[in-house]
């Protein structure tokens, strides 16, 4: 199951075992859930084979974090150059 509303997501945020770094923020942020588990997951790895479906986590820095309108801001910049998460 993909979370889509935001209080949900707040809750699968809260039972991830790893923190996920800019993921957190991010507008492409996919996160999918079992009853055992939850799974960070790149929205673009949908469309640029440059981003890991799903990255290694904490993503700390990534050429295509988008700031998500709801999320805060982090604390540091959060875009390098080159692209994909690591």
Request: glycine share 8%; proline share 17%.
């Amino acid at each position: 199951m993909e979370a889509t509303d935001p209080q949900e997501k707040a809750k699968l945020l809260a039972r991830l075992t790893a923190e996920p770094g800019l993921c957190r923020t991010c507008l492409h942020l996919r996160l999918l859930a079992t009853p055992r588990s939850v799974f960070v997951r790149c929205g673009l790895a949908d469309t640029d084979p440059a981003f890991p479906k799903y990255p290694p986590l904490p993503v700390e820095a990534c050429g295509g974090w988008s700031p998500h309108p709801l999320a805060p801001s982090p604390a540091t910049p959060p875009v390098l150059p080159g692209r994909g998460g690591t």
